[in-house]
């Protein structure tokens, strides 16, 4: 099993549809949930970071952590053409082994 | 501002040759990081320095050697590369190695081995 698991996609949505992006981590100890986008040719770029159950949003975008079933998801609303890109889930590990665990990214197209 | 710079954005070197790319950022920050990312994958975690000490070397082969000179800076040394390790490298730093820093990326730099 992966330590982070993200459907690769493509994931086409029409503009102005909610885009929902989902992950799946297997370490139960993680606590601390990141969000990147990354843009073809370009740097990851932080979108959200979550630590607790529950929603957290900012703008279009919302983070959704369910610790019990160790699943994160990222829900961008009113999707623009500029939302098109990969979608990074990273997940901070711990017991000694502090670093950041990358799923393999989702593309997500959003459809003009 | 959250900006991590590095040089050179592209680099073509051959496979006996040595270089150097370089990080730099004023955020304070005490960790720093390399990655490696290729076409199509998540960044690979390559080297971590918290402190200005490396703290993390991912089993990296030693053509690949890491410099953090002060605590703003970090460089990744080139020698005798092979043309597999072509992919974009990414400098990112963080406050500290604690669980639940952000880490911000730089640009990256486009490595090509021919």
């Known amino acids: 099993q992966k330590e982070v698991e993200q459907n690769s996609g493509p994931l086409s949505v029409p503009e102005g549809a909610i885009a929902s992006l989902n992950c799946t981590y297997s370490d139960r100890g993680s606590q601390s949930f990141f969000w990147y986008r990354q843009y073809s040719g370009k740097s990851p770029e932080l979108i959200m970071f979550i630590y607790s159950n529950g929603d957290k949003e900012d703008g279009r975008f919302t983070a959704q952590l369910n610790k019990a079933s160790q699943y994160v998801s990222l829900l961008i609303r009113d999707s623009q053409p500029s939302d098109s890109a990969t979608y990074l889930c990273?997940?901070?590990?711990?017991?000694?082994?502090?670093?950041?665990?990358f799923g393999t990214g989702t593309r997500l197209t959003i459809i003009p | 501002d959250t900006e991590v710079t590095q040089t050179p954005k592209h680099l073509v070197m051959g496979m006996t040759n040595k270089k150097s790319l370089k990080c730099e950022q004023h955020?304070?920050?005490?960790?720093m990081y390399w990655y490696k990312q290729k076409a199509k994958k998540p960044p690979e975690l390559m080297f971590v320095?918290?402190?200005?000490?490396?703290?993390i070397n991912e089993s990296v082969p030693s053509r690949f050697s890491p410099e953090c000179p002060n605590s703003s800076l970090l460089n990744l040394h080139l020698h005798a590369l092979q043309p597999e390790d072509s992919a974009l490298y990414l400098c990112?730093?963080?406050?500290?190695?604690?669980?639940?820093?952000?880490?911000?990326f730089g640009e990256g730099s486009w490595l090509t081995v021919v």
């Open positions: 990112a730093s963080s406050q500290d190695m604690s669980s639940g820093n952000t880490i911000y």
């Open positions: 955020m304070g920050h005490r960790a």
């Open positions: 990273a997940v901070y590990r711990n017991f000694g082994n502090e670093k950041l665990t």
């Open positions: 320095y918290s402190y200005e000490k490396l703290s």
